[in-house]
């Protein structure tokens, strides 16, 4: 990388974010979902910052819904201001979200590994294990997890699964089992139920965009199976390969969205994550270094790049965009215990194989 992410300077930035009460929203102004945090917390983590991430863990759990889940806000129903630049959050809508909740997962492991203190797991614990089932209360016969939980009166079949939000679910998974086996507990269920996760998306895409959006143009569907090792790497790679041209603009990053002129760092940050999971660390760099123009002076990163206007837009630096850039670049470089979490699949479920023949489906790890 031409330019190194600065690690302090990003956690800099999201220590400047949270609050009194340890939790970290988006932006000055609001906009809070478990997700985000969660990415901002283990970021402070990798950074060392061991206070820090301790009270946004706290913060977190504290959070949570009695039955497991955590409500919060839907950034994408945030408006911008009249001058179209800066996020106006007000009273945004509010959903219950199974990736958001079971990001959870990812959130503490990541930041007990780089902290070094796994005796912290046996803490939160019992509401990690509910949350998880709380998650997995919504797997359909399919396998396929649906992206929120019903209103009231509603019918978990009237909604939709998204296939990023399922390939987060399915690292997040990883992360719970990884986490049951730590602390000596069965973590059979979740094992199963991963595979049925994994089956679905990489055999049944029918189960996804069901409701008639097709969301095959955002970046994340695209590389999210490759990141959280839903795919051989094998797979991966042909998988990133077919679409390279769609989303990356040589020498700015990750497009958003493949037919808009926008790079954001998060997505480009999590492509140099998906590249890293199978193999492709130049690739990864030199992502990396392609976001060093969108480097804050004092800190984190702007959200994106509007290349054919030439303008920062828009003209915010949410806590997880710096977040993002921590997690990559540790992945990259190695910088703190743990760093291969992401980007490594720890609990695999493909077929194995055993002189040639594949083993019978109950034989499967």
């Known amino acids: 990388m031409s330019k190194r992410v600065d690690i302090a300077a990003c956690a800099d930035h999201i220590e400047r974010l949270q609050r009194a009460d340890g939790s970290i929203p988006w932006i000055e102004a609001g906009i809070w979902d478990a997700w985000n945090h969660g990415e901002s917390a283990m970021a402070l983590a990798i950074a060392g910052r061991e206070t820090a991430t301790r009270r946004a863990l706290d913060a977190l759990f504290e959070r949570q819904d009695a039955d497991g889940g955590w409500r919060g806000d839907l950034g994408a129903s945030v408006p911008l201001d009249d001058a179209n630049r800066r996020l106006v959050p007000g009273t945004p809508e509010t959903a219950r979200d199974t990736n958001f909740s079971g990001y959870a997962a990812v959130t503490l492991l990541r930041s007990v590994l780089a902290l070094d203190d796994a005796s912290a797991l046996a803490r939160y614990w019992p509401q990690l294990r509910k949350a998880m089932d709380w998650v997995l209360s919504h797997q359909t ?42 602390l000596g507990h069965d973590g059979r269920e979740w094992m199963t139920a991963r595979q049925r996760l994994g089956a679905a998306l990489r055999e049944n895409d029918s189960r996804f965009d069901r409701t008639g959006i097709d969301r095959r143009r955002y970046a994340m569907d695209w590389y999210y199976p490759v990141l959280a090792g839903v795919l051989s790497a094998e797979t991966g790679r042909a998988r990133l390969y077919a679409r390279w041209t769609d989303f990356v603009e040589p020498g700015l990053g990750c497009r958003c969205v493949a037919d808009e002129p926008w790079v954001t760092a998060a997505e480009t940050a999590e492509l140099a994550l998906a590249c890293m999971s199978v193999g492709k660390s130049d690739q990864a760099r030199a992502l990396l270094a392609d976001l060093s123009p969108l480097a804050a002076k004092d800190g984190g990163y702007w959200m994106g790049w509007q290349f054919e206007e030439g303008v920062i837009w828009p003209y915010e630096r949410p806590s997880w965009t710096a977040g993002a850039m921590v997690l990559a670049a540790d992945a990259v470089l190695g910088l703190s215990k743990g760093s291969a979490l992401l980007v490594r699949n720890a609990v695999p479920e493909f077929p194995l194989k055993r002189g040639g023949a594949e083993l019978p489906a109950s034989r499967r790890d």
């Open 141 to 182: 016969r399919h396998g396929d997890i649906v992206w929120r939980a019903p209103d009231e009166g509603e019918q978990m079949t009237a909604l939709d699964s998204l296939r990023a939000g399922n390939a987060s679910l399915y690292k997040a998974l990883e992360c719970a089992i990884q986490i049951a086996r730590m």
